[in-house]
């Protein structure tokens, strides 16, 4: 199940998503569905088309399943899914 508490941890194609702060101001703003993840970008459907997002020096706000939003700083998202889960486990074991 999708919390705010565990967003890193689970998938995020599928949810919708906005920049709401970026180092490129250009990006601030974007917002559509994530269509496709790779390690370092977002891959966003937008009323525009396809927009290609890198994940690091840009903020998110992630609206989950059940309508909540999560701001997430994009450089904890870098990594693929499956990298972070194992990652947070690592880190809760220590």
Do not use: C, H, W, Y
Not at 61 to 88: F, W, Y
């Amino acid at each position: 199940m999708q919390k705010p508490s565990n967003i890193i941890k689970n998938e995020i194609i599928g949810l919708e998503i906005k920049i709401s702060k970026s180092a490129n101001k250009a990006n601030i703003g974007i917002e559509g569905k994530v269509i496709d993840e790779t390690r370092n970008m977002f891959i966003i459907n937008t009323l525009k088309g396809e927009k290609k997002i890198i994940k690091k020096g840009n903020t998110f706000e992630i609206k989950l399943p059940n309508g909540t939003v999560v701001e997430v700083d994009g450089n904890v998202l870098i990594g693929k899914p499956e990298s972070r889960l194992k990652t947070a486990l690592q880190k809760k074991r220590i």
